[in-house]
């Protein structure tokens, strides 16, 4: 099954987390994310600074609310989203699988394979959900 948006993550040898695609800057050493082809985000050194670099895709919550209208193709409403601390610190809109009862803010979340369809194909979109004990 293919991948919704390849370019930000990949899945990780477990089937079913989701590892995340950043940049390592070769100038000022940040994590960026997502790896841009402008170059560092943080410094504004050339793209050929970056080296990609996995993230795990751990963060913590934020803030987030339950949108109950049609935001785009293949997200079914109600849907949850929030904002979230990546790993590298840096602060991502997110979405969440499931429902908003699932979910309190400062909660560590990680990001998991989550099949959706856009017409008729299947597609693995990245979603974050509660941290499994
Ligand atoms: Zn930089």
Redesign the pocket.
Known sequence: MDLEKPDLYRLADDDRRLTLRAGR?A??D?LIFPLSPYG?T??G?EPS?LTEEPMPGRAQLLTFITIHQRLAPGITPPCVVGEARLANGEIHEIMLAGTGDLYTDDMQLEAVATEITRGDTPLIACRFAPVEA
């Open positions: 800057c100038a000022c940040a560092c943080a410094c050194a600074a």
